[in-house]
Nanobody, 128 residues
Framework: QVHLVESGGGLVQPGGSLRLSCTAPTFSLDYYAIGWFRQAPGKEREGIAFISNSDGTTSYYTDSVQGRFTISRSDAKNTVYLQMNSLKPEDTAVYYC????????????????????WGQGTQVTVSS
């Protein structure tokens, strides 16, 4: 079964940091581009960060996290990370990672329908 596993979520105070991890126990991530998404209660799933596959070095961020979040990957560890700094209460959501075929145009990186395999998500709560 093809699936991803997210970890690293939790409760953090405003201004704090968390690092999320995304790994694939049963397949290699290095062929795929990877996106991070989040979904807050009552809201649509939102694309927040993207990293191209091992052949590229491209990354994108949605405006609300630009400068605070950093996406990176370690193909040796078969893991993609999302470092989240200066967290705000509005960052509270379930965070998901997903794989994307690298042949797709990167201009649509933020669209969930362009991704194939998803994890179950990890909860991030930012609250004092």
């Amino acid at each position: 079964q093809v699936h991803l596993v997210e970890s690293g979520g939790g409760l953090v105070q405003p201004g704090g940091s968390l690092r999320l991890s995304c790994t694939a126990p049963t397949f290699s991530l290095d062929y795929y581009a990877i996106g991070w998404f989040r979904q807050a209660p009552g809201k649509e799933r939102e694309g927040i960060a993207f990293i191209s596959n091992s052949d590229g070095t491209t990354s994108y961020y949605t405006d609300s996290v630009q400068g605070r979040f950093t996406i990176s990957r370690s193909d040796a560890k078969n893991t993609v990370y999302l470092q989240m700094n200066s967290l705000k209460p509005e960052d509270t959501a379930v965070y998901y990672c997903a794989t994307r075929n690298p042949i797709l145009f990167e201009t649509t990186w933020y669209m969930p329908t362009t991704y194939d395999h998803w994890g179950q998500g990890t909860q991030v709560t930012v609250s004092s």
